[in-house]
């Protein structure tokens, strides 16, 4: 299951450890597709029905269909599952990970120095300072999370994030997992031709999974991709030198990044918000203003906010706030991005939103004629990783 | 074949998930036994796919399998590598009832909480 993996940090994992894998995406497809099916089915025939004659109304957002929904079974059961369908899939890519981890650091360093394809950049911080948001939490239940070091030059947390999201996204992703990015970014370049961005920066960039694909669309254009995991930008800029990708990453805060005022044209995100709290993503936006040049663009890929979303996707999409140790995802759900924009000093009625659907399964003309619709639709696909995915993001201008 | 032996040089890795860990079912142990019961269902496919790839290389050769295995006996050697194997399969299955002790070791200090409950 990790045949997605194709550059030069590629992990040898056993048959049975490969056999685990093709288990856990296996589970995955079950659970979000078949169980999150049969659960919906129950929630419409009896649960919903049920709440609706003893109210005389219907649940009035994501929080009452929780909480009305958390004594059945089929909720117990589907959430069970996807709890421990998300820590096997960490768990089944990390014995080849351990095994070959002081290996990856030296072919990390090898191709980090190598300039023969690609001539990118990392910097890493010995005295960086992790903020606890990250410290102190295993993020979607990931042992290690994007930061923790064991030894020298470490990618390890890198490689089992690949390895693992591999595994996670049984092929939603396409290759090189790095579709939600090539949508985005490909939906960009049609819907705002006159964009021709010199420097882009990508906040958590983690792996470069959605750093590069902007080098695709502006090849000429200077990419910076930060991050506050060590082992994650320095995975980061291995791959893509394995790739050929110049691209150039850092270890910093994206709140705090020491680039120059008004140094960008493009400042992007993915899957990045929504696990920062609420009030360290006004400092992001505040930093975003900060860095990117008058007029320039900034955008975010993210699960669709709660205001766009049925009361039943509200509370599915939420479940991972409370069970998979993505805390903040909720307040970032609720919140209204817009007003949080404006209020970090972008141009007012400057926000735009849109819905890209996924290229790697519609394909490149229906992302064409997505890019010349107005507006972001709801449509309970939206974000939801499963069958028929399509990717929400959001922005505005300076 | 890939050398997969245990490399001198690795370094452990933290498997357990820390903080505080999700509970689903009223009765005390259910969500353990969910874990166990996924952790089994995990294993049996693994060796189901290997018998596949077993009989189909068997078949591939000419080797009439059910005689053949019946008939079977392991080498002391074998043997050994399977009863260590079979330590591995175990802990796999059964993870869930080290992982409480594992997060405990690895607690962190201000683990963000999540929403409160509806």
């Known amino acids: 299951?990790?045949?997605?993996?194709?550059?030069?940090?590629?992990?040898?994992?056993?048959?049975?450890?490969?056999?685990?894998?093709?288990?856990?995406?296996?589970?995955?497809?079950?659970?979000?597709?078949?169980?999150?099916?049969?659960?919906?089915?129950?929630?419409?025939?009896?649960?919903?029905?049920?709440?609706?004659?003893?109210?005389?109304?219907?649940?009035?957002?994501?929080?009452?269909?929780?909480?009305?929904?958390?004594?059945?079974?089929?909720?117990?059961?589907?959430?069970?599952?996807?709890?421990?369908?998300?820590?096997?899939?960490?768990?089944?890519?990390?014995?080849?990970?351990?095994?070959?981890?002081?290996?990856?650091?030296?072919?990390?360093?090898?191709?980090?120095?190598?300039?023969?394809?690609?001539?990118?950049?990392?910097?890493?911080?010995?005295?960086?300072?992790?903020?606890?948001?990250?410290?102190?939490?295993?993020?979607?239940?990931?042992?290690?999370?994007?930061?923790?070091?064991?030894?020298?030059?470490?990618?390890?947390?890198?490689?089992?994030?690949?390895?693992?999201?591999?595994?996670?996204?049984?092929?939603?992703?396409?290759?090189?997992?790095?579709?939600?990015?090539?949508?985005?970014?490909?939906?960009?370049?049609?819907?705002?031709?006159?964009?021709?961005?010199?420097?882009?920066?990508?906040?958590?960039?983690?792996?470069?999974?959605?750093?590069?694909?902007?080098?695709?669309?502006?090849?000429?254009?200077?990419?910076?991709?930060?991050?506050?995991?060590g082992p994650c930008v320095r995975y980061a800029h291995a791959r893509a030198q394995s790739y050929g990708v110049t691209a150039h990453f850092h270890q910093v805060d994206a709140e705090h990044t020491d680039f120059e005022d008004e140094s960008f044209d493009v400042v992007y995100s993915c899957m990045f918000l929504h696990e920062v709290p609420l009030k360290n993503i006004k400092g992001v936006f505040k930093e975003a203003h900060r860095l990117l040049k008058p007029g320039g663009v900034m955008l975010h890929y993210e699960l669709p906010p709660n205001s766009m979303t049925s009361p039943y996707d509200g509370f599915y999409l939420d479940w991972d706030s409370y069970y998979n140790k993505e805390p903040f995802y909720k307040a970032f759900r609720d919140a209204d991005a817009k007003a949080e924009i404006e209020e970090a000093g972008f141009k007012k009625d400057s926000f735009f939103e849109h819905v890209a659907p996924s290229r790697n399964l519609y394909g490149t003309d229906a992302l064409m004629d997505a890019a010349r619709q107005d507006g972001a639709k709801n449509d309970s696909r939206v974000g939801r990783f499963g069958d028929g995915v399509m990717w929400y993001f959001f922005g505005a201008r300076k | 074949m890939a050398d997969h032996s245990v490399n001198p040089e690795s370094t452990p890795l933290r498997y357990s998930v820390k903080g505080k860990r999700m509970r689903f079912f009223g009765a005390q142990g259910v969500d353990e036994l969910v874990a166990i019961c996924m952790g089994l269902a995990q294993e049996m496919w693994v060796i189901k796919e290997r018998q596949a790839a077993l009989e189909s290389v068997a078949a591939e050769k000419g080797v009439v399998l059910p005689d053949d295995v019946e008939g079977h006996t392991f080498t002391d050697e074998q043997s050994a590598a399977l009863d260590a194997e079979k330590q591995g399969f175990i802990d796999r299955i059964f993870f869930t009832l080290r992982e409480e002790a594992e997060s405990l070791a690895a607690e962190p200090e201000e683990e963000p909480p999540a929403p409160s409950l509806p």
């Open chain 1, 1 to 229: 299951m990790t045949e997605s993996i194709d550059h030069d940090l590629k992990v040898s994992h056993t048959k049975d450890e490969a056999s685990r894998q093709g288990f856990v995406a296996g589970m995955r497809g079950y659970v979000l597709n078949n169980l999150s099916g049969h659960m919906k089915t129950v929630w419409d025939r009896k649960v919903e029905p049920a709440f609706e004659k003893a109210n005389g109304r219907l649940p009035e957002d994501g929080p009452e269909v929780h909480k009305t929904f958390k004594p059945e079974t089929i909720f117990k059961f589907y959430s069970a599952m996807r709890c421990n369908t998300q820590e096997m899939v960490w768990r089944s890519v990390m014995p080849a990970v351990e095994r070959e981890g002081a290996d990856l650091s030296r072919r990390a360093q090898v191709l980090s120095q190598a300039g023969d394809k690609a001539e990118g950049t990392v910097e890493t911080n010995p005295n960086f300072q992790v903020p606890r948001y990250v410290s102190e939490l295993d993020v979607h239940m990931m042992p290690g999370n994007y930061h923790e070091e064991r030894i020298d030059y470490d990618v390890t947390q890198g490689a089992v994030f690949d390895n693992g999201l591999s595994v996670f996204s049984f092929g939603l992703l396409g290759d090189r997992m790095e579709d939600i990015t090539e949508s985005v970014s490909t939906f960009f370049q049609a819907r705002y031709p006159d964009e021709q961005p010199k420097k882009i920066l990508d906040l958590g960039c983690t792996l470069g999974h959605s750093t590069l694909p902007w080098k695709a669309r502006y090849p000429d254009a200077e990419i910076h991709g930060v991050d506050v995991g």
